[in-house]
């Protein structure tokens, strides 16, 4: 069974290999972990975003999900699908799709990309402007615990507020608490017609046309600013009916300043970059407010790299080639000058060391909650 490049590259780079297992059922990869006392086990799903965790410590045991892919129940007039979680994306959409129906997320590396993994993430692009986060569409989750022990959380209904909210703990907790072993999803269905803008021109008038978008009447399924090789960019996705779909996209175009050039791409997003020696992926946040200072500093520091920033939420990606360490860290003092954040997911470790998330009072909290979940540290990454 393949993984993913970046953990294929990962290993062979590696001195001395590392043991690798793939469990077919939850009571054999309960098994090991009960069996894993005193080791360092790293949790994964196919391996493309194995190293988005701050903190790796060496590790003596990668443990796949791959080998969880079943569908266990895809409720369709209630909207919900229950699996197993190294079910990949690609897999899970093509069941559903029979039905008419998705999970509506875009993380990166979708060839790769398992259930397990995107919620483990948290990754989602664009598309969080519509249909909302991650954790928005995770009704309940099944997981294994670092004693071995099957715990469960949340249910298969859309409302669900009994007890705390695990399944918003584990989303985004990068493999630190425990093994997700299976998930309840939450769907919708299938637009019936998509349709994408792309709008090319100065910076500052692409800020005014985004603003106007999120203020107008339409319901805009993602809009994203972008800095690429040609240009400053601003990207409008619509789902929806045929007719409604034709009604916004043409509103949208009425409100544009003047100077702007339109014209109507393939639904979806740009084709991002691909990852290569030297290149760092960083995530970033910044009030929706801040969006056009926060490009600017882009530009300013980093003239090369390309950043897509969801307009709506100030959330965004950045790559960038071979970027100096003092660089990144200007930026950084900005966008947390500006009550926003920069944190680096694939970069050399030297250089996430130096740019380590500051998480203030909350490391606390969440060095208890590690303490609670893994108390014997078995599960590599952490995230302070």
Same mark, same amino acid.
């Given at each position: 069974?393949a993984?993913?490049?970046?953990?294929?590259?990962?290993?062979?780079?590696?001195?001395?290999?590392?043991? $690798?297992?793939?469990?077919?059922?939850v009571? *054999?990869?309960?098994?090991?972990?009960?069996?894993?006392?005193?080791?360092?086990?790293?949790?994964?799903?196919?391996?493309?975003?194995?190293?988005?965790?701050?903190?790796? *410590?060496?590790?003596?045991? $990668?443990?796949?999900t791959?080998?969880?892919?079943?569908?266990?129940?895809?409720?369709?007039?209630?909207?919900?699908?229950?699996?197993e979680?190294?079910?990949?994306?690609? *897999?899970?959409?093509?069941?559903?799709?029979?039905?008419?129906?998705?999970?509506?997320v875009?993380?990166?590396?979708?060839?790769?990309?398992?259930? !397990? @993994?995107?919620?483990?993430?948290?990754?989602?692009?664009?598309?969080?402007?519509?249909?909302?986060?991650?954790?928005?569409?995770?009704?309940?989750?099944?997981?294994?615990?670092?004693?071995?022990?099957?715990?469960?959380?949340? @249910?298969?209904?859309?409302?669900?507020?009994? @007890?705390?909210?695990?399944?918003?703990?584990?989303?985004?907790?990068?493999?630190?608490?425990?093994? &997700?072993?299976?998930?309840?999803?939450?769907?919708?269905?299938?637009?019936?017609?998509?349709?994408?803008?792309?709008?090319?021109?100065?910076?500052?008038?692409?800020?005014?046309?985004?603003?106007?978008?999120l203020n107008?009447?339409?319901?805009?399924?993602?809009?994203?600013l972008? %800095?690429?090789?040609?240009?400053s960019?601003?990207?409008?996705?619509?789902?929806?009916?045929?007719?409604?779909?034709?009604?916004?996209?043409?509103?949208?175009?009425? %409100?544009?300043p003047?100077?702007?050039?339109?014209?109507?791409?393939? +639904?979806?997003? +740009?084709?991002?970059?691909? +990852?290569?020696?030297?290149?760092?992926?960083?995530?970033? !946040? #910044?009030?929706?407010?801040?969006?056009?200072?926060?490009?600017?500093?882009?530009?300013?520091?980093?003239?090369?790299?390309? =950043?897509?920033?969801?307009?709506? #939420?100030?959330?965004?990606?950045?790559w960038?080639?071979?970027?100096e360490? @003092?660089?990144?860290?200007?930026?950084?003092?900005?966008?947390?000058?500006?009550? !926003?954040?920069?944190?680096?997911?694939?970069?050399?470790?030297? %250089?996430?060391?130096?740019?380590?998330?500051?998480?203030?009072?909350?490391?606390?909290?969440?060095?208890?909650?590690?303490?609670?979940?893994? +108390?014997?540290?078995?599960f590599?990454?952490? &995230? =302070?």
């Open positions: 069974m993984f993913s490049p970046a953990l294929a590259a990962f290993l062979s780079s590696q001195a001395t290999a590392i043991p $690798i297992q793939t469990p077919s059922t009571a *054999e990869l309960a098994q090991i972990l009960r069996e894993c006392q005193g080791r360092k086990v790293l949790p994964l799903g196919q391996g493309s975003k194995w190293g988005w965790a701050p903190c790796l *410590e060496t590790v003596d045991l $990668i443990l796949s791959r080998g969880l892919r079943r569908l266990i129940d895809h409720a369709a007039a209630d909207l919900t699908v229950t699996v979680a190294g079910m990949t994306l690609a *897999e899970l959409q093509q069941i559903l799709a029979e039905q008419g129906q998705w999970w509506p875009d993380p990166l590396y979708p060839d790769w990309a398992t259930v !397990g @993994g995107i919620i483990a993430t948290a990754d989602t692009g664009s598309l969080r402007w519509r249909y909302g986060s991650i954790g928005d569409l995770v009704l309940g989750i099944t997981w294994v615990r670092a004693d071995g022990e099957v715990a469960k959380a949340g @249910g298969r209904v859309v409302k669900n507020v009994a @007890g705390y909210n695990l399944t918003r703990l584990f989303t985004g907790s990068l493999g630190s608490l425990g093994i &997700l072993t299976q998930v309840t999803l939450r769907l919708y269905p299938l637009p019936a017609a998509q349709a994408t803008l792309l709008a090319t021109g100065a910076l500052a008038d692409l800020e005014v046309l985004a603003r106007q978008v107008a009447p339409v319901s805009p399924a993602g809009v994203d972008w %800095l690429r090789g040609e240009g960019q601003l990207w409008i996705h619509f789902h929806g009916s045929e007719r409604v779909v034709a009604q916004q996209t043409a509103l949208v175009q009425r %409100l544009a003047a100077g702007l050039s339109w014209q109507e791409v393939r +639904p979806g997003a +740009p084709p991002l970059p691909l +990852p290569r020696s030297g290149m760092v992926l960083a995530k970033f !946040g #910044c009030p929706p407010s801040q969006s056009l200072a926060t490009l600017e500093q882009f530009q300013s520091l980093f003239p090369s790299a390309q =950043v897509q920033l969801h307009r709506g #939420c100030g959330l965004g990606r950045a960038i080639p071979q970027p360490q @003092g660089s990144l860290l200007q930026l950084q003092c900005h966008l947390q000058a500006a009550g !926003g954040f920069l944190v680096l997911l694939e970069a050399p470790p030297a %250089l996430k060391t130096a740019l380590a998330p500051n998480f203030g009072p909350t490391a606390t909290l969440m060095q208890r909650l590690k303490q609670q979940f893994d +108390p014997a540290g078995i590599g990454p952490r &995230l =302070v």
